[in-house]
Structure formats: structure tokens, C-alpha cells
């Protein structure tokens, strides 16, 4: 037991910068929490909230609101590859963000997703890339 | 008898992929001697028209989203029509019954039949048929109602006259406005 | 006719109701059969007032299946929860009004209204706007507040799904009362319960709501003559008289009228001898489940009708609603019910039976139609409404009886359910409220 909390806190501890200092490397949930092929909604405090997919064995990141009008995807349908909105249905594919059907017009974020000693990471981006890609014209 | 339909009642080892036109004008007066034979309320005639394993079918169309995978009709769900020869002639008996009071004054009844296209079909001496029907009626002073719908035939060729072998109506209604279908279409 | 007949005014205040329907000389005012004034008040006294049945369990078996039906003439959505249970969703937008579902059935995942894209869950809940952040910013605007209206109640008897508008009507179980008795017949007899064919026939016709639940409440009478070509046609013969033995119960506006002679003469109509089979060769064992009274009535030339406007025939198992869309228009729904453990032979039997006889083509159906749009229609005429109507078959026939509950009236060519059915309609007309009405 002690042990695992050790390597927990370890875990926890651990940042690694990107090449482009852009990224962060963030814990977002352990792998057993994503299964039964449901996903998994994790709120985080600056980004705001992500939905967490397991399919196929592989995970992926996405914003968690709907691009329309803002329900929680993580309490979409989930069909193959694609997730359903469950506010107007609207589809979206789940490895790339892209929208797919009416209404949904604009993409979602997806963020590259790792995974170490049993959790899942997801590289989001740190503040100061967000507030300058904020100024972008 | 036209060289086409010589072909058509061989056991074929080519299906042709049309017909010809003398056969395409024998069904269209076969369809509209039919809607004669309706018209005129003459269901014996129109009996003798029918092969003895006609599958007589009129699903009742229901109004179902358009990607419902379910569809709009199918054979186990509650239909108009999905009679035999048998079916259809007990439904004539009471056609014929003095006591059939909903045919006394008789109904007004006009087939059109319209948009006819005939087809090779699976078997040797058969065609398909499509058509387009709008069905008249008419009773008492004022009551009236006007059904459009589509049938695809299968009719066989046997012994020099063609008989109706399948009938699938699709009615252009989900509700049926009207109290009753008192008609073949 | 009373003396007593209500002027138009007080027709039109719903003043005089009671005298509407003449207890004494048995007697209808012809008026409630096309005024348009009774139909609004109906729509009120009884439509938003009374259980009203919905859909058979198995229509909806999973969550997200839905109907589409009526209550009155109130667009409904009768939808499977999550959770199995149901609700009845009325299928009207909170926003400007329009339908949020266009279907008759189906699957969803929630219903979204075409016109600006309020969207709704299964359970009626709002669950997103378009231009949500519009909406949001809106003072006092909560979208947690906005759902599409429900039923008050929705209550289940043996697989099938009553609901009511009105929150103070008592519990289904109350309504129904000792009427329950008799539909386990149809419902109860067989342990694994009943479901209905997949499909509906729907259909329209020009008459007053009440002329064909009155028919199917009580009238034994028509069917010999009316339905003479029907019964040449598959018995090659007429009906034969009905028995003195035969009888007509009433409870609380619900009838049943049944003959004893023929027991399975209902189910014989439907022209196959493997129902005939069925119902024999199970007589036993409903027998047993139901006691011999019961198993006899199974399949008996009968009729029988729940009030207000959902009636079968046992025997024929044809189960439909006679939904009121307007004064003098009815909107017939007819569903056909087997039991699930019957083979898959007798439900084909059935589902045939049905078309051949109790359908918009059906031998027996074809007949009555004319009948009921003519005795509405007639009433166009200030004249003809002014004259009397007969009510008054088997007065004085209510026997009593300890095998059988409710209101037991001797011979079943009787009128006796048809004066129960319009009592319990004046006393839901002149009632303010349920506290009002008493069982009867």
C-alpha cells in the first residue's frame, strides 16, 4: 500500500515539458476509469472540461462541451469511432475532433494522449500558449 | 407469338433485360381491363384474372423517421391485404351478399391506372409489372375519396393469357382517410 | 323526451347537462353528437380528466422506443425511460408550440423541435438550445426549469398503459375498479402475459366519438343485422339469434356484454379453426388461472368497452381507440393482442383474422362506418336533432348476482350498458372536479 502511494505521488509529480514549451503533459484520470465503453469526463480547473475514450485499446482527448451548444459529450452515444451530442445529436469523430453531421459545424480540440503506469495523460496546452493564441488575429 | 416471349418461356440460361412491345401492350390492356372489371363491380371476371397462388399484398404504410432502419412496411406487421385466392374470394362472397349494406346503392369506382412499366421477370413467362393507380370512390350524394398509390405485378404467361401471379399495393397514406376500403386496387 | 329539454343557451353555458342524457324515459339529446360546445367541454370533463389508455408495454419493449398517439385529441409521445419506466410526453414545443416529434414510432435518443432547435431528453427535460449562449445571457432565463409538458399520472394494468392529465383522478387500479375482474380475461390468462402484433391499423371516419364506444359498450343488437354479409361471408350464413342467457355488466361506465351460447363464437369469426383449437384446448387451463365463468366468456360472442373511448372484442382480440379529433371525426387506432406464449401459427392466425374481418377492408368492419358517420351527420339538421333517440332496450332487466361483479343485466340484446356509458358521460359533464364522481 505504501508503495503504490509512493508511486502515485511520483506519478502525480511528474511534468515533462514539450519541444515547443506549449504543452503540458497532464494526469487525467486512471486507466481503469475509462471502461465498459463509456467515456470519461475530467474537469480541469484552467482548460475547462476534456472527455477521456478508450477504443480499441487506444485513448483519446477531446473537449468534453459540444462545440453547438454546449452539453457534455462524455454523456453522448458512442458509435465505433464517433460520438453523438446528446443536446441535438450532432456527430463528431473522436481520433481527429472533426464535426461531422448538422449541427455541428466546428471541430473539437484533441490533444495527444499517453499512457503511463496506469493512468492517462493528455498534452494540453500551458497558459502562456493559450493567451497568445488567444492575441492571434 | 412474338419472338421475345418465345425466349421468355424457354428455361433461359440468358435473362433478357428487357421486354418486348408487344408484350409491354398486352400487360397495359391486361391492367386496364382489370380496372374495367373493378370499375364495373364484376368480381367474378376479375376473379378469373388471378393465378391460384396469387399473394395479394396491401402493408399498411406507417410514418417512421427517414434512417429508420425498421422501414415503412414489412410482411409481419398488420396489413390491408395479404390474402390468397381463398382470402379474396370470401371477401367477394360479402361483396356479392345482398345484406352488404355499405354496397347498397353500389359505390361509384373509377381505377385509373397510369405510368405502367414492364420488366423480364425472375421466372420463365413471368414479367414484372409497375404501375401507378388513383382510385376513385364515390357513394351516396356527397361522400367521395381519392387514394393514389404504386403496385408492382408479378404476371405469368401460361396457356396463352396472363393471370396476376403477386400484388404489392403501396398505398401514398399512413392514416386512411377514409371509414373504409371497400375496393381492390 | 323530458320537458325539460336544456335551450341552446344553456347548451351553450353547459348549463342543463344532466338533461342531456334523460334517465327517466332513457333518452339522448341528439345534440351531443354534433354540437360543438359539448365537444370543448368534453375535451375538458372528460379527455383531461379520465385514464385514457395509450399504448400496450409492448410497443415500447426498450429505452428510447416511443409512440405516438392521442389523449382526446392531445398529441402524445408515449416513451420508454432508462429506467423501463414510461412517460407521456405532450408533443408540443414549451417555445412557440410546434411538434418536437413528426414520427408514429420509433427509436430516440431525445426529440428536437425543427423549428429553432430546443431539444428535449427522453424524458422530457431540456437538454440544449441552438444559440445556447444567447439564450443564456438572457435575464431569468433557465433552462433547467423548461421541459416539455407530461401527464400527471401514468399507471399500468397488466401490460396495458392508461395516463391522465388530471393529478386529483384516482388511481387507475379506482377507475377501473371491479372491471379488472373481467379483463384479466383478455389480459390474465395466460402467465405470460399478452403483447401486441407489430403494426396499427389507422383510419378516419365522419362520426361523434361516443356512437362507436357505445356500440362496442353494449350493442348486441346491431351485429345480426349489420353484420349479415360479413358472417355470410365467413360462415356462409347469418348470426344467429342471441340467447336470453346472455348478459350485459356495467361498472363505473365500463361494459362488457357477452352471450353464453357460443362461447368461442367471437373467435370463430376470424375464419381459422387453430384459434377455435387454441381457445379449447386452453379452456382448462384458463379454467384453472380464471375459474370456469371466465374461461367460458374467453372467446364468447361479446363486446365490451372502458371508459370513455377504448374498446375490444374478446375473442377477436381487437383493441382500439376511438379518438375524438373533432365534434363529428374520430381517428380510429386498432391494435390487434395475443398472448406472448401463443404459437407463432395462432398469432399469424390473428394477425390475418384481424385484416380479414376487423380492419379498414375487414368483412365485419366495412359495415358499420356508414352507420355511425349517418347517425352523426343526420344531426346537421336543427330538425332531426330536435327528435327523439331510443335508449330504453332491457329496462327493468338488472338481475342480481353473486358470481359476478358490478351492475349484471339479464340478455345481452340490452341498452342497459349504453344508459350506464351516457350516465357516467352526464355525471363527468356536470361534475367541477373528481371530487364530483362516484363510482357507480
Known sequence: MGLRIRLRR?????TTESVDGAHIATLLCSVDDVCGGR??????????????FRLNGTFYTIDDTCTHAQASLAEGEVEGDIVICPAHFGRFHIPTGKAITFPVTQDLGIYATFVRDGHVFAQLPCARSRRASSELP | MDGHLGVLTEAAAVVPTEVSHTVSRQVERFLYREARLLDQGDYDAWLSLLAPDIHYWMPVIENRARDDPEGTYAPERLAYYDDTIDDLRRRIVRFQAKTAWAE???TRHVHVISNVEVEPGDSPGEVVAHSVFVNYRSRSERDEVVLFGRRRDVLRHRDGVWLLARRRILIAQNVLLSKNLNVFL | MSEQRPTDTEMLTGRGSTCWYDEQNACLDRRVFWDEHIYDQELERIFRRCWLFVAHESQIPKPGAFVSTYMGNTSVLVVRQRDLSIKVLVNTCPHRGNRVCHAELGNARGFVCNYHGWSFGLDGRMTGLHEAAVFERTPGFDKRKIGLPQAAQIATYKGLVFATFDPAAPPLDEYLGAYRWYLDIVLDNDERGTEFLPGAFKSVMRCNWKVPAENFTGDALHAGWTHDAGSQAVFGKGINPTSEDGLQININGHGWQVDSKYPVGNAATLGYKSILRYFREREPAVAQRLGAVRARMAGAISSASIFPNFSFLPGQSTFRVWHPLGPREVELHAFVLVNCGAPAEIKEAYRKGNMMTFS????????DGENWEFCT??????????QPSHYGLGLGSEVPSSELPGNVFRCQVNDANQRAFYRRWAQFMSAKSWTDISAC
Open chain 3, 377 to 386: 351527420q343526420s344531426n346537421r339538421s336543427a330538425e332531426s336533432r330536435r
Open chain 2, 104 to 106: 347498397n346503392p353500389a
Open chain 3, 360 to 367: 379498414p377492408t375487414g368483412l365485419f368492419e366495412i359495415d
Open chain 1, 10 to 14: 511520483a506519478v502525480l509529480n511528474m
Open chain 1, 39 to 52: 467515456p470519461k469526463r475530467v474537469e480541469l480547473k484552467e482548460h475547462g472540461p476534456v472527455a477521456v
